[in-house]
């Protein structure tokens, strides 16, 4: 798809690089197969071509509307098109760009900018999401339902001291996920120093970016991500091994870094030296497959289900090989039908957009539940804690369930 860029975008480099971007993508739909707003609601506008020609109408000149603006915010950007394209479009980035320049010519109702404010200002920040969290906790009987159940309970607390080991990484905490659930970073030191690694903590780094970014908050996301590559930097200077975030939304925005930050002249080359040395913990484990499998006691969990996350398959581009490990593991799990398909969470999606999250949801679940699974594992806390609201049986990550195998 070739763009005429109207005036306006001729000296833009966002500009420019959305128009490249786009003259990959064919015009030949497979990605509506596969987009789960566009099965949901049938409107090419809600299809990732239908948003590609929204984008392409903006940077020719046409109007840009507060549709057009809906029909964007509507992507999860779960980026399973991705996955269903031929021509390899990089539709994730050509959605940030064009999200961004419309962000900047059509205003927002009062609401919708009150609410992505106080999401910007609270989940990025872990004291104050912590403390928020512990109120909730504490006042839940007066909560309206629908809070009540979106409130987890707290996690029994765990702690792992493990011995020093040669070989290093660093641990990345996030923002979110140390208030909801400690026990998934103490269950990664578990099976990291099970296979002779050594997991360093490192608690200034704080937010990787990624939902003020996602929440059109871009510089405030972008100077998340900069502080985060200074506190990693000593360590990588010093030759650490990798950079683990046990959280596969966290991790797919980690190594997209090197894009993200690709205009920024003091930071583009570090932001692609530290995007390269992320890893997923399933990538740091698959190859201690047989030293994890001799130390795990038979499991009595009972049937297994895994969720995959679709920063995991799509984003980070490791679809099946969780389920593969676990299986090597010798746990057995079941068959989902359409596992490609998000389950609504996306990030901050499933509090702007709760409609179109719940009817997710209940799919992901029905589809989970298929085969009376007493236990659903999946790989990213987003995920977990939306599907935990309904789901009849317990979602747990699968790091967390794994490392209750190896005996203390």
Known sequence: MK??????????????????????????????ATCP?????????????????????????????????????????????????PSGVQYSHLLDIGRELVEQRVPRPLPERYRRAVLNQL???????????????????????????????????????????????????GCVQPALAPDINVA????????????LALPAAGCCGAVSHHLHYQQDGRAQMRHLIDACWPQIEAGIEAIVMTASGCGSSLKDYGF????DSAYAARARRFAALVRDPLEVLEPHAALLREQLRPSAAGKLVFQSPCSLQHGQKLSGRVEALLSALGLELAPVADGHMCCGSAGTYSMLQPELAVRLKADKLAKLGAGKPTLILSANIGC?????????????????????????
Request: hydrophobic share 40%; with cysteine.
């Open 3 to 32: 763009t005429d860029l109207a005036s306006e975008f001729v000296d833009n480099p966002a500009a420019q690089q959305a128009a490249a971007l786009i003259r990959a993508c064919v015009h030949c739909g497979f990605c509506t």
């Open 37 to 85: 707003t566009y099965q949901l609601l049938g409107d090419e506008r809600d299809s990732p071509r239908g948003r590609i020609y929204l984008i392409q109408q903006m940077l020719e000149g046409q109007p840009v509307t507060r549709t057009t603006q809906q029909h964007l915010d509507r992507c999860l950007t779960c980026r399973s098109c991705e996955s269903t394209c």
């Open 123 to 173: 989940l990025p920040r872990r004291g104050l999401f912590a403390a928020a969290l512990l109120l909730g906790r504490k006042f839940k009987p007066f909560l309206p339902p629908s809070l009540q159940r979106s409130i987890p309970d707290a996690a029994p607390l765990k702690s792992f001291a493990g011995a020093a080991h040669s070989r290093k990484l660093l641990l990345l905490d």
């Open 188 to 199: 990664a030191r578990k099976l990291f120093a099970a296979v002779g690694i050594e997991a």
């Open 260 to 263: 993200l930050l690709r205009d």
């Open 384 to 408: 977990i804690c939306h599907l935990q609201v309904d789901s009849p049986v317990p979602v747990r990550h699968w790091l967390a369930f794994v490392a209750d195998q190896i005996p203390d």
